[in-house]
């Protein structure tokens, strides 16, 4: 019968008792010699050790940081543990200084080694009232971990009986930023026979000399993006990432005695920002200086774009009439094209200034923390605050934000998480409340109105996310594992390539999908030919006109609201573009005629059924392909559609009971 061998890899930084934990196993039984192929001499340590018939062959690999700085430790490390492949890496860290030995942890899981940490110097950690859960800690790296003293034999037994267990590597390596794991993807379907190690090498030391142009010419593109994106070299964007990755495991695995202070300022700013009690009214107060900041700023902009607008139809209408042009033809270009797409491209500017500032806090480390802050509310629907991250892109575009949850651990959370996101309110739907929150209410209160826009789509996310869970999706939550990278000022330039990114695919999308839109409008406004424009006679007004009861509990039984919210479903932008080509007016026009069909309260009820009612075809698509079911689509849009007539009606018909109406 032959021997059992395992060979036991000991990994670490400089003096975190590595070594004197290899002297305790071997019981100093072990040769030094030189690792091979290097002129510079460092040793190498071996030793045997046998534990229940099994002989433990153990490697002291050279103490190092890291794996990612090209150093000869480091070198030889790698070297090692990818050629050699020995069945059973010990991670050895000092739960005293945790941050800082999680950062090559975090590299030997992404190296795909099969791992176990053994976390030793509890005692200096107890003594400055750092308290580590172990278990949430194994949970959050994927990996066992071991508690052990190396200078005796305190949890000895328990690390052999790891070792003995030949753990296998773990399959959940560190997610980064969205928009780093965007371009890996990408990289890996050019790559696909590259690791995703090897890969992160790639993007921070280049591209080796025998692959093909264009993955290396995919490969610098992607690192001089970065560069511009994060304002510093690729190795600091990974390095940033990963500890703000340590940071998020810290948060939810380890805590201080009330009477120990927080190391660093991004940790001093937490003790606020993240409190139990603060960190939710400031998150509140944020969100609404924003929301009155985009009102203020945006509105002489809102008001230069619509004048052009109304300039050039004036222009255009007087040129017609001179050439002589059929009524139809005017009609065409004067109520279809220029007011349809003016009355949508009228608030670029108000989106602009919204993608700006929601790139400030973003880059500045602060939506990491609103992660956290939701967390405490997300666990009572069987979700962890990491569920929260695409519903927090949802404030951009609920299509990356449904196809973000591929990062859920289980599939009960990917699949309640992708039907409560879309209730977040897309930059999409800001063009409806810009529309009518500005002619409707004094400016005082316009980015209150705003907030209670986007806090009632968190609400209702909520109350709905409950509902589900008690019903069609009991469950306990995952352990919760977030990036909170440190704070750090946004650079100008990466928040302006973000900002301007959105705000051109607002401009594509009006383009590609609103110009069609509001072409198809103004032809069913116009048919048949004769009648007039937009009338009940027309086809547009037949069907409005048939639709139009549903909505009339709702305060906004109109045909034109009714056409809007069916033309909503292709993109919610067209909602504003077919009031501006039904009514054919410009945006000021437009402001006096809603004045007309609408007040306050059903103005503020119709932006609430836009907020909540499905959302466009193309995201209603990625539900679709996320969970390859039909089943799962249609009742999705079947309970937003559902969901939001309620709530709708319960503000307006309480609003009417209260006197508002």
């Given at each position: 019968m032959s021997e059992k061998r395992i060979i036991v890899a000991l990994a670490g930084n400089?003096?975190?008792?590595?070594?004197?934990?290899?002297?305790?196993?071997?019981?100093?039984?072990?040769h030094v010699g030189n690792w091979p192929g290097k002129t510079v001499t460092i040793e190498r340590k071996e030793g045997?050790?046998?534990?229940?018939?099994?002989?433990?062959?153990?490697?002291?690999?050279?103490?190092?940081?890291?794996?990612?700085?090209?150093?000869?430790?480091?070198?030889?490390?790698?070297?090692?543990?990818?050629?050699?492949?020995?069945?059973?890496?010990?991670?050895?860290?000092?739960?005293?200084?945790?941050e800082r030995n999680?950062?090559?942890?975090?590299?030997?899981?992404?190296?795909?080694?099969?791992?176990?940490?053994?976390?030793?110097?509890?005692?200096?950690?107890?003594?400055?009232?750092?308290?580590?859960?172990?278990?949430?800690?194994?949970?959050?790296?994927?990996?066992?971990?071991?508690?052990?003293e190396a200078i005796d034999d305190t949890g000895k037994d328990q690390l052999i009986q790891e070792v003995l267990k030949k753990p296998a590597a773990t399959t959940n390596p560190?997610?980064?930023?969205?928009?780093?794991?965007?371009?890996?993807?990408?990289?890996?379907?050019?790559?696909?026979?590259?690791?995703?190690?090897?890969?992160?090498?790639?993007?921070?030391?280049?591209?080796?000399?025998?692959?093909?142009?264009?993955?290396?010419?995919?490969?610098?593109?992607?690192?001089?993006?970065?560069?511009?994106?994060?304002?510093?070299?690729?190795?600091?964007?990974?390095?940033?990432?990963?500890?703000?990755?340590?940071?998020?495991?810290?948060?939810?695995?380890?805590?201080?005695?009330?009477?120990?202070?927080?190391?660093?300022?991004?940790?001093r700013i937490d003790r606020f920002v993240t409190n139990k009690w603060l960190g939710f009214p400031i998150f509140l107060v944020v969100m609404y200086a924003v929301f009155q900041i985009v009102f203020m700023l945006g509105a002489p902009f809102m008001d230069m774009i619509d004048t052009i607008f109304g300039t050039i139809s004036e222009m255009a209408g007087d040129a017609l009439a001179a050439s002589g042009a059929p009524a139809w033809v005017s009609s065409f270009v004067c109520?279809?094209?220029?007011?349809?797409?003016?009355?949508?491209?009228?608030?670029?500017?108000?989106?602009i200034l919204l993608f700006i500032l929601l790139a400030i806090l973003e880059d500045s480390g602060y939506l990491a923390r609103v992660a956290v802050i939701m967390d405490r509310i997300m666990h009572r629907l069987g979700l962890h605050g990491k569920?929260?991250?695409?519903?927090?892109?949802?404030?951009?575009?609920?299509?990356?934000?449904?196809?973000?949850?591929?990062?859920?651990?289980?599939?009960r959370e990917r699949l309640l998480t992708i039907l409560l996101t879309p209730f977040m309110s897309c930059s999409a739907r800001l063009p409806v409340?810009?529309?009518?929150?500005?002619?409707?209410?004094?400016?005082?209160?316009?980015?209150?109105?705003?907030?209670?826009?986007?806090?009632?789509?968190?609400?209702?996310?909520?109350?709905?996310?409950?509902?589900?869970?008690?019903?069609?999706?009991?469950?306990?939550?995952?352990?919760?594992?977030l990036e909170m990278p440190p704070y750090r000022i946004p650079t100008i330039k990466g928040v302006l390539i973000h900002s301007f990114e959105h705000a051109g695919m607002f401009l594509k999308k009006a383009g590609v999908i609103i110009f069609p839109a509001v072409l198809l409008m103004w032809l069913l406004a116009s048919l048949p030919f004769g009648v007039e424009y937009g009338s009940s006679e027309s086809v547009i007004g037949m069907i409005g006109s048939a639709i139009a009861p549903i909505f009339a509990p709702l305060g906004f039984g109109i045909p034109e609201a009714a056409i809007a919210i069916i033309m909503g479903l292709i993109a919610k932008e067209v909602v504003v573009a077919t009031f501006g080509t039904l009514f054919g007016v410009g945006e000021e026009a437009l402001g006096d005629v809603l004045m007309n069909v609408f007040t306050p309260?059903?103005?503020?009820?119709?932006?609430?059924?836009?907020?909540?009612?499905?959302?466009?075809?193309?995201?209603?698509?990625?539900?679709?392909?996320?969970?390859?079911?039909?089943?799962?689509?249609?009742?999705?849009?079947?309970?937003?559609?559902?969901?939001?007539?309620?709530?709708?009606?319960?503000?307006?018909?309480?609003?009417?009971?209260?006197?508002?109406?």
């Amino acid at each position: 019968m032959s021997e059992k061998r395992i060979i036991v890899a000991l990994a670490g930084n400089p003096n975190c008792g590595k070594t004197t934990l290899f002297n305790n196993l071997t019981g100093m039984r072990h040769h030094v010699g030189n690792w091979p192929g290097k002129t510079v001499t460092i040793e190498r340590k071996e030793g045997k050790a046998t534990y229940e018939g099994t002989t433990l062959e153990i490697v002291d690999l050279p103490g190092t940081y890291s794996l990612s700085s090209r150093s000869l430790e480091e070198e030889i490390t790698v070297e090692y543990l990818l050629h050699e492949k020995p069945d059973v890496v010990v991670n050895i860290v000092d739960a005293a200084h945790l941050e800082r030995n999680l950062y090559l942890t975090l590299q030997l899981i992404e190296l795909g080694v099969p791992l176990i940490l053994a976390l030793n110097m509890n005692r200096y950690a107890d003594a400055e009232g750092i308290i580590i859960d172990t278990k949430k800690l194994s949970a959050s790296l994927g990996v066992s971990v071991v508690r052990i003293e190396a200078i005796d034999d305190t949890g000895k037994d328990q690390l052999i009986q790891e070792v003995l267990k030949k753990p296998a590597a773990t399959t959940n390596p560190p997610h980064y930023s969205n928009e780093i794991e965007q371009h890996l993807a990408e990289l890996l379907k050019i790559l696909p026979e590259v690791s995703r190690w090897d890969l992160i090498q790639y993007l921070i030391h280049g591209a080796p000399e025998n692959f093909s142009e264009e993955a290396r010419a995919e490969i610098e593109k992607t690192r001089k993006h970065l560069e511009e994106i994060f304002g510093t070299t690729p190795q600091e964007v990974f390095a940033d990432q990963r500890y703000g990755y340590i940071a998020g495991i810290l948060h939810e695995s380890v805590n201080l005695h009330a009477d120990s202070g927080g190391k660093n300022q991004s940790e001093r700013i937490d003790r606020f920002v993240t409190n139990k009690w603060l960190g939710f009214p400031i998150f509140l107060v944020v969100m609404y200086a924003v929301f009155q900041i985009v009102f203020m700023l945006g509105a002489p902009f809102m008001d230069m774009i619509d004048t052009i607008f109304g300039t050039i139809s004036e222009m255009a209408g007087d040129a017609l009439a001179a050439s002589g042009a059929p009524a139809w033809v005017s009609s065409f270009v004067c109520d279809g094209v220029i007011s349809g797409v003016g009355s949508v491209v009228i608030f670029l500017p108000n989106i602009i200034l919204l993608f700006i500032l929601l790139a400030i806090l973003e880059d500045s480390g602060y939506l990491a923390r609103v992660a956290v802050i939701m967390d405490r509310i997300m666990h009572r629907l069987g979700l962890h605050g990491k569920s929260f991250i695409p519903m927090m892109l949802g404030f951009g575009c609920g299509v990356p934000a449904i196809m973000a949850t591929r990062t859920m651990e289980t599939e009960r959370e990917r699949l309640l998480t992708i039907l409560l996101t879309p209730f977040m309110s897309c930059s999409a739907r800001l063009p409806v409340y810009l529309l009518l929150v500005g002619i409707f209410f004094v400016p005082q209160v316009q980015g209150l109105v705003m907030f209670s826009l986007y806090l009632l789509g968190i609400l209702v996310a909520l109350i709905v996310g409950l509902l589900l869970r008690k019903t069609l999706f009991k469950g306990e939550s995952s352990a919760f594992v977030l990036e909170m990278p440190p704070y750090r000022i946004p650079t100008i330039k990466g928040v302006l390539i973000h900002s301007f990114e959105h705000a051109g695919m607002f401009l594509k999308k009006a383009g590609v999908i609103i110009f069609p839109a509001v072409l198809l409008m103004w032809l069913l406004a116009s048919l048949p030919f004769g009648v007039e424009y937009g009338s009940s006679e027309s086809v547009i007004g037949m069907i409005g006109s048939a639709i139009a009861p549903i909505f009339a509990p709702l305060g906004f039984g109109i045909p034109e609201a009714a056409i809007a919210i069916i033309m909503g479903l292709i993109a919610k932008e067209v909602v504003v573009a077919t009031f501006g080509t039904l009514f054919g007016v410009g945006e000021e026009a437009l402001g006096d005629v809603l004045m007309n069909v609408f007040t306050p309260l059903s103005a503020y009820s119709f932006m609430v059924f836009i907020l909540l009612y499905m959302p466009c075809l193309a995201a209603m698509l990625t539900v679709k392909q996320e969970t390859n079911s039909w089943k799962i689509t249609v009742g999705a849009a079947v309970m937003m559609c559902v969901v939001a007539w309620i709530v709708s009606f319960i503000i307006y018909q309480g609003g009417v009971l209260l006197g508002f109406g």
